[in-house]
């Protein structure tokens, strides 16, 4: 069980991380800003609709948040570049 937790507990430390980030970007503006808007919302969307297939397929929901944190993660990465 207290592994689960830490893999909630990192899900929610590299959200924020991604969170901060974005938003520095975004209040750069430009067009890097624009580019990154057009960004999340396309990210955005594919997720709610990864999650509901993946939620109508009777997942659990920890693997659902895994999956979430992939991208998020990925997103992490892209940033630290």
């Not at 207290?2 to 959200?15: A, C, G, K, N, P």
């Not at 970007?25 to 808007?37: I, Q, T």
């Not at 997720?47 to 998020?72: F, N």
């Amino acid at each position: 069980m207290t592994r689960y937790w830490r893999y909630v507990l990192m899900f929610s430390i590299e959200s924020s991380c991604v969170v901060v980030l974005r938003t520095m970007k975004l209040a750069s503006g430009g067009v890097p800003a624009l580019d990154e808007a057009c960004r999340i919302v396309t990210e955005k969307a594919v997720a709610m609709g990864e999650t509901s297939v993946r939620a109508a397929r009777g997942k659990w929901p920890l693997a659902i948040a895994l999956a979430y944190r992939r991208a998020v993660r990925s997103n992490l990465r892209h940033f630290s570049r």
